[in-house]
């Protein structure tokens, strides 16, 4: 079966700080996703990264996925109160068209 | 282009009534899919569809049922509600799903929160 862990799932960071979420899965995938919900909204799709040593980078989020260690990491650089959300990494399980979401990470971003 | 519509945004059901939540899309995508989201849990996969007349089931799809009749829409019944069905429920869809290449990232809907008393 697969399972997608991210962590941490909460994470109060203060403005202008750095830090990364993680999110593990547990066999292989074609392709890996980032999303972001705002509260009480829908999902936003962030990074698509289609394969192994794979960056992508928009504004102060770096997203990588090294498919060998199943792992793909959302690094926040300088953090500012905007990025507060809660961010989901999503993995489609090989060969299926089945798309396994994390339980997601709560950032809060203080002021 | 409107996206991806749900409707209603809002529903309380009674235990054993069933309803329908509506979705459309009109960006001609091929791939359409159904999630539920409960706190803690992110979000899961109900069911999902590759093309119209093709639907398949995700984790999650007992108690609910889907058809696709047409590329646009994509609606989601559930037979007979119970309280575990109370959630805030998704749709997606994405352009294509050949699995040979493409990003098929997924464009989501504003939501259906639905209470079962």
């Known amino acids: 079966e697969l399972k997608v862990e991210q962590n941490p799932l909460f994470l109060s960071m203060q403005e202008g700080k750095n830090y990364t979420i993680y999110c593990n899965y547990s066999t292989t995938s074609d392709r890996l996703y980032w999303y972001r919900q705002d509260p009480g909204k829908s999902l936003e799709s962030l990074f698509v990264l289609l394969s192994n040593g794979a960056v992508k980078q928009e504004g102060r989020l770096m997203a990588s996925l090294d498919t060998k260690a199943r792992l793909s990491t959302l690094h926040i650089t300088a953090a500012v109160h905007d990025l507060s959300a809660t961010y989901f990494c999503?993995?489609?399980?090989?060969?299926?068209?089945?798309?396994?979401f994390g339980t997601g990470t709560r950032l809060k971003v203080l002021a | 282009n409107a996206g991806v519509t749900q409707t209603p945004k809002f529903q309380v059901l009674k235990t054993g009534q069933s309803m329908t939540l509506q979705c459309a899309q009109d960006?001609?995508?091929?791939?359409m899919s159904w999630y539920r989201q409960d706190p803690g849990m992110g979000l899961r996969l109900i069911h999902y569809?590759?093309?119209?007349?093709?639907?398949d089931q995700g984790e999650v799809p007992n108690g609910y049922n889907v058809s696709r009749s047409t590329t646009e829409d994509f609606p989601l019944r559930l037979l007979s509600a119970a309280p575990s069905q109370t959630s805030v429920y998704f749709c997606?869809?994405?352009?294509?799903?050949?699995?040979?290449?493409?990003?098929?990232?997924?464009?989501f809907g504003p939501g259906t929160r639905l209470t079962v008393l």
């Open positions: 997606a869809s994405s352009y294509s799903m050949g699995l040979a290449g493409g990003y098929n990232e997924q464009f």
């Open positions: 999503a993995v489609l399980r090989s060969g299926t068209y089945k798309y396994i």
């Open positions: 960006m001609n995508h091929e791939y």
């Open positions: 569809s590759v093309g119209a007349g093709i639907t």
